[in-house]
C-alpha cells in the first residue's frame, strides 16, 4: 500500500475530503516547488502533483503550459526535480506525484522513470496521454512495484470504458471535470455530479475531480460527491507572478488560497 | 491515361486494429479525445464499404482538382544527370498547387458524414492550410486554420490565400513559433470543441486513425504513379521513387502503392538543414530515436529528458521533429531507405529544375529533386526514376528572395 492509499484509506475511514495542488515542477526554480510543498504539508493538504514541464503539452491551458515553457527556459531538468524531491524528504511528508507526459516517461525508461521517482519520495504518477489500450505495460510495472498509476477519465469516456480504467488505476482515477484543457472556469457542466457518482459506485479506487476548479463556492458544490479535489490553474496562476524580490509574498498568497480552500472541504461532509 | 487504377480505399496489411505499423503508432493523446477518435475510425470504415463515397471523392479530385496528375518525362534533367530516365510526378499541378488538397476533400466529406459543423486544422508551409480552407469553402463548413508566427512570415501568400478563402488564421506564437507548435494548439482546440469539430489532420502523423486515413487518401498519387509508369516504361515499373518527408504524407502517398513490389526502391528525403549539428536540420529518421510526439509512436527528436528538440529547415513544410510512423516502419523494416538533403543543395535543385524544364517546385519538394538527381546519376539510361513534385514553389518566392538577399 503506497503512502497516497494510506492517505485516501484514512481520509475515508474519517469521512474526509482531499484537496490536491496541482504545482509546475521548476517554476520559477526547484528550490520555490519545494518550498511550496513544505507549504503545502505544513497546511494540511492530502497530496500534491508536480507537473513534470513538458515541451508539448496538449491536454493543458495557457497558464500551465507557460508554466512549463517557463521552466525549461530557465534550464529544467528531470533529475534535478528527483534530487530536489531527495533533498526536502524530510520536511514532505505527504504523498507527492508527478505528472508527466508518457513522451518523458518513455523516453527515460518505463522502468527506471518508477525508480528514480520512489527513490526520490514520489509515490506515483498521473500521465494525462497515456491511454487504457497503451496502459497495459506501464500498469502492470506500476502495481509490481506498488507505486500508483493514476489515469483519467472525461465526459466523454463511455461508461464501460470507465470501469476498465479504474481497473487499471490506482491511488485515485482523476476524473476531469470539462471536455477541454486545464484552466480555471466558473461554471462546471450540470451532469459532473451525477457522473462523478456513478462512476464512485462502480469502483473502490477513490474518485478525484479536476480541470476548472478554483473557488471555495466548486469545493462545496463538488466536494460531496468526490473523494478529492484537484487545484491547479489558480495555484499556478499565482506562481507566474513570482520574481526574486516577491517569493515570500507569493508564497504566503499561495499559503493563503490553499488554506482558504481548505477550510472549504474541511467543510464538507 | 487510360489504365485503371486500383481499388482506392484498397486494405493495406499496416496498421492494425490499434493503428500500429509493427511498434510504430498507436494513440497517445488525452481521453477527452478518445471518443472522437473511435468515431472517426467508425465512419471511415462505412465509408470505404460505401461505394457513393468514393465515387463523389473521385468525382471532385477529376473535375475540383485536376487529377490524374500527370507523369512528366523531365528530358534535360535526365540529360543533365546522364544517368536513369527522371521523370516527375506532378502533384503541383493540382488545384491549390500541391498534393494536400487529395486528403483535405476527402477528410471534409468524412467530417460532413460524421454531421460536424466546424473544421480545424494546422499548417506549416501553409499549403495543408489553403488545402483545407478550400475544401470547406467548396462545402461551406467554417474553418480555423492554427498557424506559428515564424510561418505566417515565411509564408505569407499562403497566408493570403486562406483569408480570403474565408478561414480564419490563429497565429501561434509559443515555443519555436512553427509547425509542431501549430499542431499542439490545434489538438487543444480541439479537446474542447471535439463534440461538433473535425481536426484535418495534414500529414500521415497523429494519433489513429489519422496515419492510416491521410495515408489512403494521398496513396491516389502513387496509384495513378504506378499505372503511369507501366504505360510509359513498356509494362515496367519505376526502378526507384523518390519523395520528400517532413510529416511524410506525399511521400507515404506515392511509397505505399509500391510497397509490395520488391523491385521498387524507395527513396525519402528529410531536411538536412544547415548541418548534422543538432538543430540544424530536421531528420528523425537519420538522427531521432523512437519516442511518443503528438499522438503516435515514431521516430522524433528528442533529448534525454523526452522534450522535442528544436529543428530547422529554410523550408517551412520539413521544419518537424517528428514523422509519421509508417515510415519509422518502413526504415525499420528496410522496406525504404532514408537519406538527407541540406537547405543549400535543395536551393540549387530548385534552380535547376526551374531553369531545365521551366518548373518552379516548392521547397520541400526541392529536397526531393536534389536528391532525385543524385540517385538517377548514379543509375543506368535503362532505367526509370521517379520523384514526386508534391508542390509548386509559387508559394516559396518571397522567402527565396528574403533568402537571397533581394528587394520584393
Known amino acids: 500500500m503506497s503512502l497516497l492509499d494510506e492517505t485516501f484509506a484514512k481520509l475515508r475511514s474519517e469521512g474526509r475530503k482531499a484537496l490536491l495542488p496541482f504545482i509546475t515542477a521548476g517554476d520559477p526554480d526547484l528550490d520555490f516547488t519545494g518550498d511550496l510543498l513544505k507549504d503545502f504539508g505544513k497546511a494540511g493538504v492530502a497530496a500534491c502533483e508536480v507537473g513534470v514541464p513538458y515541451s508539448d503539452p496538449v491536454a493543458d491551458g495557457p497558464v500551465i503550459q507557460a508554466s512549463y515553457q517557463r521552466a525549461l527556459e530557465s534550464g529544467f531538468r528531470l533529475q534535478q526535480l528527483f534530487e530536489m524531491r531527495k533533498r526536502v524528504a524530510a520536511e514532505v511528508t505527504i504523498p507527492t506525484l508527478t505528472m508527466a507526459s508518457y513522451a518523458i516517461i518513455y523516453r527515460v525508461g518505463l522502468e527506471r522513470y518508477i525508480e528514480q521517482s520512489q527513490e526520490a519520495g514520489f509515490c506515483g504518477v498521473i500521465v494525462p496521454d497515456l491511454l487504457v489500450e497503451e496502459a497495459a505495460e506501464f500498469s502492470k510495472l506500476c502495481a509490481d512495484r506498488d507505486f500508483n498509476l493514476i489515469q483519467l477519465v472525461t465526459p466523454t469516456t463511455p461508461r464501460e470504458r470507465q470501469v476498465r480504467i479504474a481497473e487499471s488505476s490506482s491511488g485515485f482515477l482523476y476524473f476531469v471535470s470539462v471536455t477541454g484543457i486545464t484552466g480555471e472556469r466558473n461554471e462546471l457542466p450540470p451532469q459532473l455530479i451525477d457522473n462523478v457518482g456513478w462512476l464512485r459506485e462502480q469502483t473502490d479506487v477513490p474518485v478525484c475531480i479536476g480541470f476548472g476548479i478554483s473557488q471555495p463556492e466548486h469545493v462545496a458544490k463538488l466536494g460531496p460527491v468526490a473523494d478529492g479535489l484537484i487545484v491547479g490553474s489558480a495555484i499556478v496562476r499565482r506562481i507566474a507572478q513570482a520574481n526574486a524580490e516577491n517569493r515570500g509574498e507569493v508564497r504566503g498568497e499561495i499559503d493563503r488560497y490553499v488554506r482558504e480552500m481548505l477550510a472549504a472541504i474541511n467543510a464538507v461532509k | ?408
Open chain 2, 1 to 408: 491515361m487510360s489504365g485503371t487504377l486500383p481499388k482506392a480505399l484498397s486494405p493495406q496489411s499496416v496498421p492494425d486494429s490499434a493503428g500500429r505499423f509493427g511498434s510504430f503508432g498507436g494513440r497517445f493523446v488525452p481521453e477527452t479525445l478518445t471518443r472522437a477518435l473511435d468515431e472517426l475510425v467508425a465512419e471511415y470504415d462505412k465509408a470505404k464499404a460505401d461505394p457513393s463515397f468514393q465515387e463523389e471523392l473521385d468525382g471532385l479530385w477529376k473535375t475540383f482538382v485536376g487529377r490524374p496528375s500527370p507523369l512528366y518525362f523531365a528530358r534535360r534533367l535526365t540529360e543533365a544527370c546522364g544517368g536513369a530516365q527522371i521523370w516527375l510526378k506532378r502533384e503541383d499541378l493540382n488545384h491549390t498547387g500541391a498534393h494536400k488538397i487529395n486528403n483535405t476533400l476527402g477528410q471534409a466529406l468524412l467530417t460532413l458524414r460524421m454531421g460536424k459543423t466546424r473544421v480545424i486544422a494546422e499548417t506549416g508551409a501553409g499549403q495543408h492550410g489553403v488545402a483545407t480552407a478550400t475544401a470547406c469553402a467548396h462545402f461551406g463548413l467554417p474553418c480555423v486554420v492554427y498557424m506559428g508566427a515564424e510561418d505566417i512570415r515565411r509564408q505569407k501568400p499562403n497566408v493570403f490565400a486562406m483569408k480570403l478563402l474565408g478561414a480564419e488564421i490563429r497565429a501561434v506564437e509559443s515555443g519555436s513559433r512553427t509547425l509542431r507548435d501549430a499542431v499542439n494548439e490545434a489538438m487543444r482546440d480541439w479537446m474542447s470543441s471535439v463534440e461538433d469539430t473535425h481536426y484535418i489532420i495534414g500529414s500521415v502523423i497523429g494519433p489513429h486513425p489519422f496515419p492510416m486515413m491521410v495515408r489512403d487518401f494521398q496513396s491516389v498519387i502513387g496509384r495513378e504513379a504506378r499505372v503511369q509508369s507501366l504505360e510509359a516504361f513498356d509494362g515496367k515499373l519505376p526502378d526507384c521513387v523518390v519523395a520528400c518527408v517532413g510529416g511524410g504524407s506525399n511521400a507515404a502517398g506515392i511509397f505505399a502503392p509500391f510497397v509490395a513490389d520488391d523491385g521498387v526502391r524507395l527513396v525519402g528525403v528529410e531536411a538536412g538543414g544547415r548541418s548534422s549539428e543538432p538543430g540544424q536540420h530536421a531528420s528523425p529518421l537519420t538522427f531521432g530515436r523512437p519516442g511518443v510526439l503528438h499522438g503516435s509512436y515514431s521516430y522524433v527528436m528528442q533529448d534525454d529528458d523526452g522534450q522535442t528538440c528544436d529543428v530547422h529547415s529554410m523550408s517551412a513544410g520539413l521544419d518537424y521533429p517528428g514523422v509519421g510512423p509508417e515510415h519509422s516502419y518502413w526504415k525499420d523494416t528496410g522496406r525504404a531507405e532514408y537519406i538527407q538533403c541540406r537547405d543549400d543543395e535543395a536551393m540549387k535543385a530548385f534552380d535547376m529544375l526551374a531553369k531545365s524544364e521551366g518548373i518552379l517546385p516548392a521547397l520541400e519538394s526541392s529536397h526531393a529533386i536534389a536528391k532525385g538527381m543524385e540517385v538517377a546519376g548514379k543509375m543506368s539510361p535503362d532505367q526509370n526514376l521517379v520523384i514526386c513534385l508534391s508542390g509548386r514553389g509559387d508559394k516559396d518566392a518571397m522567402e527565396l528572395a528574403r533568402l537571397r538577399g533581394e528587394e520584393w
